[in-house]
């Protein structure tokens, strides 16, 4: 019998670092082939400089949020140097831009302070493959098979920040379609952010184990 995707529990699939020239399109037409949405945490100077990525992203249905201006941990940041990172982003995206999830999911109260302030939800994930490690797609996925269930978040990467090991997300582009087919045979449907159940995870789930001490991951 078939099950009318709109009725299954989301799953959502998210990106960082981009867009990239040569990956995001690559992202977005595997996401496409697949039917699936998506959430884009992009880097604002990038979106500055490839705006046709960020219209592409919004006319296929995907959901454009902030990541950052600059790529940098939060506790290494003032106040003022995380707020106007944001108005950064904010001038770049545009004043709907309504998901923030910060360079290594680290927050700070500053973090919170400014994220109030200017009604942005911070998101973190709970499901990382760890795609900027390099690595083949099955590896990727293997990551995070068994933390496919409603409402998780799926951390992935379409542009390369710092701390990677990897020179191209040509494994990531791979990826898409495997874990679009993982996730539709638990039942589920991939997703972007704004079809899950609020409230969301924040942060790193590695810094609420581990502090702010955990490896270099993008």
Known sequence: MHTDRRSRSPVALTFDDGPDPVWTPLVLDALAKAGARATFFVVAPRATRYPSLISCMRERGHDVAFHCSKHIRHDAMTHREIEADVESGIMALGPSVRYWRTPWGLITPATEEVANKHRLELVGWSADTED???????????????????????????????????????????????????????????????????????????????????ENDV
Do not use: K, Y
């Open 132 to 214: 900027w490690r390099g690595g083949t797609p099955e590896e990727m996925l293997a990551r995070v098979s068994g933390r496919i269930s409603p409402g998780a978040i799926v951390l992935m990467h379409d542009g390369i920040g710092p701390g990677a090991r990897r020179d191209g997300c040509a494994a990531t582009v791979d990826l898409v379609r495997l874990l679009v087919a993982l996730v539709r045979s638990h039942g589920l449907e991939p997703a972007a952010l704004d079809e899950l159940r609020h409230p969301l995870p924040d942060r790193n789930p590695n810094f609420q184990a581990r502090g702010v001490e955990w």
